[in-house]
T-cell receptor, first 110, second 116 residues
């Protein structure tokens, strides 16, 4: 079962930052936070992951609280193509299965 | 570098027939995962394979479903005697060998199976 809690849906205006929260209060010390997204019926796409430090790549930034019980995925300038379901997943890095919850459905509007 | 390839993209089978879904991992990847997404539901893990070995099949239905990843060729997910409840999108993902990256999985476009 998924060990994360995310809002069911969020809206964001095009060009604005999208901040997607995730609660993972039972995360253990060796578990990473991964983010994936699924754009309408396509295969899920890896976005970013982190352990305890904030991370940034070309797609997004990941902010993890100091106690590691929650995190926020930030899309700095959302576009219409960012409309998707975003999944926050915790797992021990390694060849482990991904356990998808219900995710957050992000709608980016003009 | 080509991504994960799956074929066919769409497959229609009648009840009782067999379905074979193929997955070619990304170049250099030796780990393959299969996931299923039922209509209007989330993705569920089915099986994790390395070359010639099944590592974790905890998500595979006990009957009619099997998977393989031979030494040569693509990974195959086989569903025997399909029923309407097998209609779903089946996604394959691959990841590189240990030490190459942080084990993120890269997904293919999926095979949409429709059982009539």
């Amino acid at each position: 079962d998924a060990k994360t809690t995310q809002p069911t849906s969020m809206d964001c205006a095009e060009g604005r930052a999208a901040n997607l929260p995730c609660n993972h209060s039972t995360i253990s010390g060796n578990e990473y936070v991964y983010w994936y997204r699924q754009i309408h019926s396509q295969g899920p796409q890896y976005i970013i992951h982190g352990l305890k430090n904030n991370e940034t790549n070309e797609m997004a930034s990941l902010i993890i609280t100091e106690d590691r019980k929650s995190s926020t995925l930030i899309l700095p300038h959302a576009t219409l193509r960012d409309t998707a379901v975003y999944y926050c997943i915790v797992r021990i890095t390694g060849f482990q299965k991904l356990v998808f919850g219900t995710g957050t459905r992000l709608l980016v509007s003009p | 570098n080509a991504g994960v390839m799956q074929n066919p993209r769409h497959l229609v089978r009648r009840r009782g027939q067999e379905a074979r879904l193929r997955c070619s991992p990304m170049k250099g990847h030796s780990h393959v995962y299969w996931y299923r997404q039922l209509p209007e539901e989330g993705l569920k893990f089915m099986v994790y394979l390395q070359k010639e070995n099944i590592i974790d099949e905890s998500g595979m239905p006990k009957e009619r479903f099997s998977a393989e990843f031979p030494k040569e060729g693509p990974s195959i997910l086989r569903i025997q005697q399909v029923v309407r409840g097998d209609s779903a999108a089946y996604f394959c993902a691959s990841s590189p060998p240990a030490g190459i990256s942080s084990y993120e999985q890269y997904f293919g476009p999926g095979t949409r199976l429709t059982v009539t």
